[in-house]
Nanobody, 120 residues
Framework: QVQLVDSGGGLVQAGGSLRLSCLAS????????AGWYRQAPGKQRELVAS???????NYADSVKGRFTISRDNAKNTVYLQMNSLKPEDTAVYYC??????????????WGQGTQVTVSS
């Protein structure tokens, strides 16, 4: 059984920072590509940032220069450092990852989400 556990959300004032974590646990050998998505009330889920197995990163235009995605392969953890937060960043943030299991199969998983609320 594999789980992605998202954590690190909270309430922060505009201009503040948060760091989200996504820990993969269970019968997992490694995380391949991973990404952070967010969904605000009444809006579709959107990709915020992604990172490849080799460490290449991509960002949505709305967060470039403010957010940084990173990974710690030894800990099977993916992070999202969010700086200069704006009220429009308010959403539930979800981790998504392709995980390679010990039987060498690769499956896609979602975290349970963590709420980020930015006050003006």
């Amino acid at each position: 059984q594999v789980q992605l556990v998202d954590s690190g959300g909270g309430l922060v004032q505009a201009g503040g920072s948060l760091r989200l974590s996504c820990l993969a646990s269970g019968t997992i050998f490694s995380i391949n590509a991973a990404g952070w998505y967010r969904q605000a009330p009444g809006k579709q889920r959107e990709l915020v940032a992604s990172i490849s197995s080799g460490g290449s990163t991509n960002y949505a235009d709305s967060v470039k220069g403010r957010f940084t995605i990173s990974r710690d392969n030894a800990k099977n953890t993916v992070y999202l450092q969010m700086n200069s937060l704006k009220p429009e960043d308010t959403a539930v943030y979800y981790c998504n990852a392709d995980a390679r299991l010990y039987n060498f199969e690769i499956h896609n998983y979602w975290g349970q989400g963590t709420q980020v609320t930015v006050s003006s």
